[in-house]
């Protein structure tokens, strides 16, 4: 390859590399959702080894193509943090022995490839010279590597095709292939000197699609860490007042009607829910509180407190989820338990009389909880 097409072609690599960063940083400085940061730390030392990569045209320096084979690796343990996110999202929390194990294994092979890597390093002769390393040497541990992320892949599978519609079940395969796309051109561009020209091009494409998507769905990864099973949360007082209401597949600004609409439901799910239990306390002559309600695609969770009760509305039931519905509650009352000792006081969802810091409990709570 002519040096000089070799180095404008790293330049837009870069400036597109750049371009997806930046916006998926003030993606995230937005939504604030945990797959976002793990997609923006996995972007971050993607840029950080291809910057890296560029210098190395003009320096043609081996030891900092050393760090660079010593850096890309790295970058697998974000993209595979990154899946177990998304699971946990949906209530599927796998086991910590599970998750350990998986984490041994990767870090074992990272070091391998790394190893690998470093001692079978390929220099062109003459000038200038380019870096790269034997593609079948790396060729077995590479695959052996991605095998977690497979795994993960997989098991997520089964709960986008359960809990969400065709249309976001299509959205999600072109982002996992964008992202899978931009992630090997970059590994290939750095490795393997034979397929570089095809690798710039391929990179290219999976840049500027990966823009495009960012533009058109700029708060799909927030609905994946939001939405993956949650839909809408009510607080309610035990008299029937709405105290609170969050919407997760709401990524905007919430407004004065929203609000009156909220506070509607919120009655109108008091009246239902003890509506049902007076009838089960006349069937089994027993004080009994509801739990769940199955609607076929949607949900609701019930966990009744002291003075509040809590209604989530989500795609899947599962003990994880109604876990954490039952620890937000019992943690709204502990925080606010002054405030909910006020028989008479006026709803949280006025908003009006709520003190920032108060706003950033609960929202500090949705994020421990829920982690929208």
């Known amino acids: 390859m002519i040096f000089e097409l070799h180095v404008a072609l790293t330049i837009i690599c870069l400036i597109l590399e750049g371009t997806i960063t930046a916006n998926l940083f003030r993606i995230f400085r937005r939504h604030k959702a945990a797959v976002e940061k793990a997609a923006l730390l996995l972007l971050l030392t993607l840029f950080l080894g291809f910057l890296l990569y560029f210098i190395n045209l003009f320096v043609q320096d081996l030891q900092i193509f050393l760090v660079l084979m010593i850096l890309s690796p790295i970058t697998y343990f974000f993209a595979f943090s ?8 949906g209530g599927e929390v796998r086991p910590k022995l599970e998750k350990l194990i998986l984490y041994i294994y990767i870090t074992v092979l990272m070091v391998i490839v790394a190893t690998l890597s470093l001692l079978n390093i390929q220099i062109t002769p003459g000038e200038p010279r380019y ?3 034997d593609l079948w040497t790396l060729f077995i541990p590479m695959i052996l590597m991605t095998l977690p992320q497979f795994y993960t ?17 299509v959205t999600h395969f072109i982002f996992m292939g964008l992202l899978t796309s931009f992630i090997t051109s970059q590994f290939l561009i750095i490795y393997m000197t034979e397929i570089r020209p095809i690798a710039y091009y391929i990179f290219i494409g999976a840049a500027i699609g990966g823009i495009i998507f960012l533009m058109v769905r700029h708060n799909y990864m927030a609905q994946l860490a939001s939405t993956f099973a949650y839909k809408s949360l009510f607080v309610i007082r035990n008299n029937g007042q709405t105290l609170y209401s969050h919407e997760f597949e709401r990524i905007i600004d919430e407004t004065k009607d929203i609000k009156t609409i909220q506070y509607l439901i919120g009655g109108f799910i008091y009246a239902i829910s003890h509506g049902l239990k007076e009838i089960i306390k006349e069937e089994i002559l027993d004080k009994t509180d509801l739990r769940a309600m199955d609607f076929g695609r949607l949900k609701m969770l019930f966990y009744y407190g002291n003075g509040v009760f809590g209604v989530l509305f989500t795609r899947e039931s ?13 943690e709204f009352e502990l925080v606010f338990k002054e405030f909910l000792e006020s028989k008479t006081g006026p709803s949280l969802l006025e908003g009006q009389t709520l ?3 108060a706003i950033k409990k609960i929202d500090d709570l949705l994020q421990l909880y829920f982690k929208f």
Request: proline share 5%; hydrophobic share 40%; no cysteine.
């Open 82 to 89: 990154g899946s177990f996110t998304l699971l946990e999202g």
């Open 131 to 133: 870096f790269g390393v």
């Open 153 to 169: 892949a997989i098991i997520s599978l089964k709960y986008y095709v359960k809990l969400y519609e065709k249309e976001i079940q």
């Open 318 to 330: 599962n003990n994880v989820i109604y876990d954490r519905l039952k620890r937000f509650i019992n």
């Open 355 to 357: 003190p920032d810091p």
